[in-house]
């Protein structure tokens, strides 16, 4: 059974570019959130999806947002990159918005 | 405001040594209350979560964990340390009855096991 599976593992952006980080869930769930976890700090909440609707969002700028897909998986896109915003980025599913979430590896994103 | 509280940014033992990890929080009411392990360059496990009932919680990896209403507190602990278990440490706690809307985690203690 595949766990959270999350791509690409790492990035490399410019700052003003535009990035797409990708997240499958675990097998049977339906809802994913996202975190950004600096270096040396705990992840924060980004956003959750939930029935292809963002359902609660963290304390970030609308340079964040995402999708999820019929097939639960889901997108976090971030535009006009700043340097603040090198990060990993961790995506985390569940069944039904109850249960305890499951993380992926970490897309490991540098903004350089 | 809700937050999460580890106060021992570092921690030192001994392999065989025991192990307590702090966490402490500040919710409205008493939360969801979780701890995971993250290796270098890796995502977070779970190793033991809290929802209600005993306040003695037993996890993976011979973890347990103690919650204690009065302190606002869900120390983490192992009896023995193994030289594998050395990684950093997160507690979450997360809005009780919703599962896993919004965790909040704390900044995380960083174990180091000595041979």
């Known amino acids: 059974d595949a766990g959270v599976t999350q791509s690409p593992t790492h990035l490399i952006k410019t700052r003003g570019q535009q990035v797409t980080l990708r997240c499958s869930p675990k097998?049977?769930?339906?809802?994913v959130s996202w975190y950004q976890q600096a270096l040396g700090q705990g992840p924060q909440f980004i956003f959750q999806?939930?029935?292809?609707?963002?359902?609660q969002r963290g304390n970030f700028p609308d340079r964040f947002s995402g999708h999820q897909f019929p097939n639960y998986s889901s997108e976090l896109n971030v535009n006009a990159l700043l340097l603040g915003d090198s990060a990993l980025y961790l995506c985390?599913?569940?069944?039904?918005?109850?249960?305890?979430?499951?993380f992926g590896q970490g897309t490991r994103l540098t903004v350089v | 405001a809700q937050s999460v509280t580890q106060p021992d940014i570092h921690i030192t033992v001994s392999e065989g040594a025991s192990l307590e990890l702090r966490c402490n929080y500040s919710?409205?009411?008493?939360?969801?209350l979780f701890w995971y392990v993250q290796s270098p360059g890796q995502g977070l496990q779970l190793l033991l979560k809290?929802?209600?009932?005993?306040?003695l919680v037993q996890g993976i990896k011979g973890f347990e964990a103690e919650f204690k209403r009065s302190q606002s507190s869900f120390n983490l602990r192992k009896p023995s340390v193994h030289w594998s278990d050395a990684a950093e440490y997160f507690c979450?706690?997360?809005?009780?009855?919703?599962?896993?809307?919004?965790?909040?985690f704390g900044t995380g203690t960083r174990l180091k096991v000595l041979a």
């Open positions: 979450a706690v997360g809005p009780p009855g919703r599962g896993t809307y919004k965790y909040i």
């Open positions: 999806y939930y029935e292809e609707e963002e359902r």
């Open positions: 809290y929802f209600s009932g005993d306040t």
């Open positions: 097998s049977g769930h339906d809802t």
């Open positions: 919710y409205g009411a008493t939360p969801y």
């Open positions: 985390a599913s569940s069944l039904g918005r109850a249960s305890e979430a499951f």
